[in-house]
Structure formats: C-alpha cells, structure tokens
C-alpha cells in the first residue's frame, strides 16, 4: 500500500508497509538456521527459538541440515520470490512459488544476481554472481573468498548449497520449507499473522502524520536511512521472530527492511522493565562498553570499529545489535555504507527508565 513519495533533493522513494506469513515464516528459517547467538535476541524471539528447536522432529532437523546449519542468510535472499508470490502471500503461495520457480532463477536468487550491492560489489561481479549459478568453480570461489559478499558469512550460509546444481538446490530448500510449514508454522501463521498485519497497518496511519524519512526512523527503532537511487521503493515488513534485529536486504528496485513489530500488549510497567533489561544486557559487557568508547569519538562503520576495538567485523556486528535495542547507538546510512553513532538521548532515557525503577508512584522524579 502506497505511504507517500518523496520527490525533494534525495532520490523519489515510495514507501510500503506490507505483513505476510511468507516473510516471517522466511525469517523464522533465518534464525532457527543463523549463527547469532539466542542472547541477542529479545525474552520472547528467544523463548520461542528455544522451543523450536526442542520440538524439531528428526526428518525437520535433517532437512535443514541438508540446506546448512548455519544457513541463516540463505533464507533472507529469498525475502525477493516471497514478494513476487500472489497476494496474500502466506506461507502456501511462497511454496507454490518456490515450486513453480525455474531452479537456476532460484539460484540465482539465492546468489544474489538482483541484489543491487551485491552486483556492483566489484567491477563485473554481476557476470561472477551468474556464473556461480550456473556452477563455475572459480566463480563459486571467488564468492566465498570476499570479505563483504553476504556480509562476510558466504563460507558458512552456502557452504552445503552452492556445490549443488540448481535442481537439487530448489529441491533441498523446498523440502525444508515445507516440514517447517507443516510441523510448525502452519499452525501459529494466522495468529502471527493478525499481530503483524496490525503492525503494518499502524505503520500506515503514522504516515499521514510524517514525512516518510522519520516514519522509517520512528518504525526502525532510529535508522536514519538514506535513498538509493537503485531502490525507489522502500518495503517495511514487521517481524517477530528475529526483534531486536533490523534485517536489511534489497531486490530488484526494492529495499526491504524487515523491522522488529511493536508489542501491543505491554502496560507502562512491562515496557520499562524491558527496557531496563535490554540496558543492563547493553552495558553489562566490557566489549561494548569499548565499543561505545570508540564512538563517544564519532559515527564510525562496522569496518572501523572493528580495527578499533580489536575485534572481528561479526562480532561487533552482534554486539551493535544489543546496543541498539537498547537505545544507545544509532544507524545510518544504505548500503554503500553504514554508520553507527551515540544517541546523545540515551542519557535522558536511560536517566527516565531508572528513575521509573526507583521512584514510587507519586514521588516526584529528578
């Protein structure tokens, strides 16, 4: 559904808003497969990656592994087929679409051939990424070998799939797909379904009121994203599986931004008390504390920080993830660069939510 359209010094965008048990069912698959560790994910993500994977029956658990364990990635780069499948694009039609889908078209997807920054990653990579596809091994490679080709993680998502040929890779995913659909999702797909769609919709009427650089802001928990010229069109997509987590990807002419949806279900007490633990888990690391040292200097990217504070570029990136959910730094940028920065407000807030904590009801707060 259209939001606005923006057509000042930046590049013309179209905003969306759109929830669909296709993309979270995707997503799910992402975490349940994905390196990050459960820590970095919200009480209620992780209890239900806990649960999820005590419950995995035996042929599930084995159909993921024939896809990869750590295959987290892989599932993200199909968020772009999710959002071709006929409305309403549940869980069933992205199957539907998967199995009608031409297997190379599939790997090219998975590869990221309409994936803008991924095509312009380095002069004639678009003709690599095609390559790999179609089964070069000194495409395939080369692909594995560059340190920001799936942000760094290509050895571990594709490490099973990309030997494969493309039938036997549509095959494979398909049958993960599907056991996951029926041993799961589709049980929980229409209540899930119902809490997203009502986020979406409150993400529409927020439009009316603002212009669409800070509804992105506002609906992405403070990421100053800035137009691409590639992407005219922005999707909003809110998740559950993965909140905290911001999942940034592209197709085609399409940045999508999977954003974590706002709980509706929350009084004032258990919305502090959130906060107050995501800020405690925030600060209560040596490692990031170093990190918000490095950036009391100025906003700085993942790259930079990671030379800073002697870490590897993943592990900060984790890291970035607890101390945004917390409040404390801010992203901005797309994808020729991101850049994290202190939000200069966290002190107020964090000031607020402990004031909340320790003051009684009718005392007056500092």
């Known amino acids: 559904m259209l939001i606005r359209d923006v057509t000042l010094t930046d590049p013309p965008v179209v905003v969306e808003a759109e929830a669909a048990g296709a993309y979270e069912l995707l997503i799910e698959l992402s975490v349940l497969t994905g390196e990050g560790p459960a820590a970095t994910l919200d009480p209620a993500a992780a209890g239900w990656l806990a649960r999820a994977r005590d419950e995995a029956s035996a042929g599930l658990r084995a159909a993921l592994a024939r896809v990869g364990d750590r295959s987290g990635e892989v599932w993200l780069h199909l968020l772009g087929l999710a959002m071709e499948a006929p409305g309403p ?4 039609a992205l199957l539907a679409r998967l199995e009608a889908a031409d297997p ?16 312009r990653l380095e002069p004639g990579w678009a003709e690599v990424i095609q390559a790999a596809a179609a089964g070069d091994r000194a495409a395939q490679g080369r692909l594995l ?7 760094g993680t290509a050895g571990q998502a594709l490490a099973v799939l990309l030997p494969l040929g493309p039938d036997e ?6 049958e993960a797909l599907a056991r996951w659909h029926e ?3 589709a049980a929980r797909e229409p209540g899930l379904v119902e809490l997203l769609a009502a986020d979406a919709l409150a993400t529409r009427e927020l439009a009316a009121t ?25 999707l909003l997509v809110p998740h559950l599986a993965a909140r905290p987590w911001l999942l940034l990807c592209q197709h085609r002419d399409t940045r999508i931004i999977c954003h974590p949806a706002r709980r509706q279900d929350r009084d004032e007490r258990a919305a502090t008390a959130e906060g107050l633990l995501r800020l405690g888990r925030a600060l209560g690391d040596e490692q990031r504390q170093r990190i918000l040292a490095a950036l009391a200097g100025g906003p700085r990217d993942l790259d930079e920080l990671a030379v800073t504070v002697g870490l590897s570029r993943s592990t900060v990136h984790h890291h970035m993830g607890l101390l945004r959910a917390a409040g404390l730094v801010a992203l901005a940028g797309n994808a020729r660069r991101y850049r994290y920065g202190l939000r200069r407000e ?17 005392e007056e707060r500092p």
């Open 210 to 234: 603002m212009a669409p650089a800070r509804l992105v802001e506002l609906v992405c928990g403070g990421f100053a994203y800035e137009p691409e010229p590639e992407c005219p069109r922005v």
């Open 183 to 185: 041993e799961s999702f």
């Open 169 to 174: 890779t549509r095959r494979r995913l398909l």
């Open 104 to 119: 190379l078209e599939v790997r090219r997807q998975l590869l990221g051939a309409d994936v803008p920054a991924w095509r």
């Open 346 to 362: 966290a002190v107020a807030e964090a000031t607020a939510l402990l004031a909340s904590l320790l003051t009684t009801p009718g």
């Open 89 to 92: 694009r549940d869980a069933a």
């Open 145 to 151: 070998a560059h340190p920001r080709y799936y942000g």
